[in-house]
């Protein structure tokens, strides 16, 4: 139990918060960029934070919230074509071309899976969740890796972006092999933007960083979501059969038949039919006791204030190469208000962060030495330099920002050059 506690409140770091007063292809150097917009061909909408990869390598990244997607390749792969994946289609190769423009449109078709044609019995989501556990070290790399990762992390005030900061970063990945070794981040650089003004009276900020988005690696810190332990607090259901990275997956939903001293989840996890590999989750904190919820946000909070949550979406996909599974993005998003005593109004804020994993090494593995990596108390904020510059990145891949952030980072630039 205690265990189940030290994960719970390490998850809950997720929205830590301080309260206190106060393709175009185009060629440069080593690399080859290709970007565009991914499309259902069928209905024209967008799709989100799908997948992008160069097949035969460990170079990816994720689509963004618009469908926008960049991505930049070393000349020395000689990579002729990339692939798009996401939940609930097929598989596709694109060509890497010469002049294409950045709004280049890349379709994707849906695959649909006939529930029918399967033989379900009542009792086997919770069998199918237990298989899965079961299989982790089998399906999952038994030896360290090298991540590099694109992180970010946003605060809004209303509608408003008071704080966006950026980073590429070194990740250590223990292995899956529930021995204990933790996974530990170094900042290879970072940069930031904000518009705290001097009339605001309450400052937020997000601890932990990058560490957070690496506690949602559900598989490897099962004790939050999927240990043995807490298995029995929740009721499953398989909801549908659907396509992930070509594979059939069972998706089931869980939700909480307890009532405990801290909040449970509820949501959906998807597990591949074939060897029962977990591909992605999707989940909510229940919020259903505001003040239990509260009590695992909040580091730090004035005298007179009351802080409420209202919404949480955590977010994590895998993706299999060789044979096992790897993480891959983790995105998760926290609404809450914010009001004084005896004041009428409130104030309303959403943190989010996301990450997506851009690289991968597996030779010569070396773990990041403690004195390097990113401690769980730190703000990136108040470790990266201020200003957007355009081509900061350079051959690093990220998550292309979308329309509201790109528009935050000018208005941030504009106030930067002014001052």
């Given amino acids: ?114 529930l029918q044609e399967l033989v379900v019995t009542p009792g086997d989501p919770r069998s199918i969740v237990l298989g899965a556990i079961a299989k982790v070290e089998e399906n999952y790399s038994s030896t360290p890796n090298l991540l590099t990762g694109f992180y970010r992390e946003a605060i809004k005030q209303r509608r408003d972006y008071v704080s966006i900061s950026e980073a590429i970063i070194d990740i250590y990945k223990a292995p899956y092999t529930f021995n204990f070794d933790s996974d530990r981040v170094k900042v290879l650089k970072g940069r930031k933007g904000g518009n705290v003004k001097k ?69 959906k996890i998807y597990i591949a039919k074939d060897n029962l590999a977990i591909t992605m989750a999707e989940f909510n904190l229940d919020l259903k006791d505001e003040d239990k919820a509260a009590q695992y946000f909040v580091k730090k909070k004035p005298m007179g204030l009351r802080f409420v949550p209202t919404s949480t979406s955590y977010f994590v996909t895998y993706k299999e190469q060789d044979g096992k599974y790897y993480l891959n993005y983790v995105r998760n998003e926290v609404k809450f208000s914010c009001n004084w005593k005896r004041r009428i109004f409130k104030t309303n804020y959403t943190v989010m962060s996301e990450m997506a994993v851009t690289e991968r090494k597996t030779e010569n593995v070396e773990k990041i030495a403690i004195k390097e990596s990113f401690k769980q108390y730190v703000v990136l904020a108040d470790k990266v330099q201020d200003y957007f510059d355009e081509n900061y990145w350079g051959e690093y891949n990220t998550i292309v920002p979308d329309e509201s952030i790109q528009n935050a980072i000018n208005k941030f630039n504009k106030r930067f050059k002014k001052q």
């Fill in 199 to 267: 009339s605001d009276t309450l400052v937020v900020k997000l601890v932990g960083g990058p560490n957070i988005s690496l506690m949602l690696d559900i598989v490897k810190n099962p004790d939050v979501l999927l240990s043995r332990e807490n298995i029995d607090y929740y009721m499953y259901e398989l909801l549908n059969v659907v396509n992930i990275d070509g594979k059939l997956n069972y998706e089931i939903g869980f939700s909480p038949v307890m009532n405990l001293d801290y909040p449970l989840y509820y949501g």
């Fill in 1 to 114: 139990m205690k265990t189940f506690m030290k994960r719970m409140m390490a998850l809950s770091i997720i929205t830590l918060l301080i309260l206190g007063l106060g393709s175009a292809f185009a060629q440069n150097g080593n690399y080859t960029s290709v970007s565009g917009v991914v499309k259902d061909s069928k209905t024209k909408q967008k799709v989100v934070f799908a997948s992008i990869s160069v097949p035969g390598t460990n170079i990816g990244t994720v689509t963004n919230s618009d469908g926008e997607f960049t991505l930049k390749i070393q000349k020395s792969l000689s990579a002729t074509e990339f692939e798009v994946s996401h939940l609930g289609y097929q598989n596709k190769k694109f060509k890497i071309m010469e002049n294409s423009s950045t709004d280049q449109v890349y379709l994707l078709d849906p695959f649909s899976v006939e």
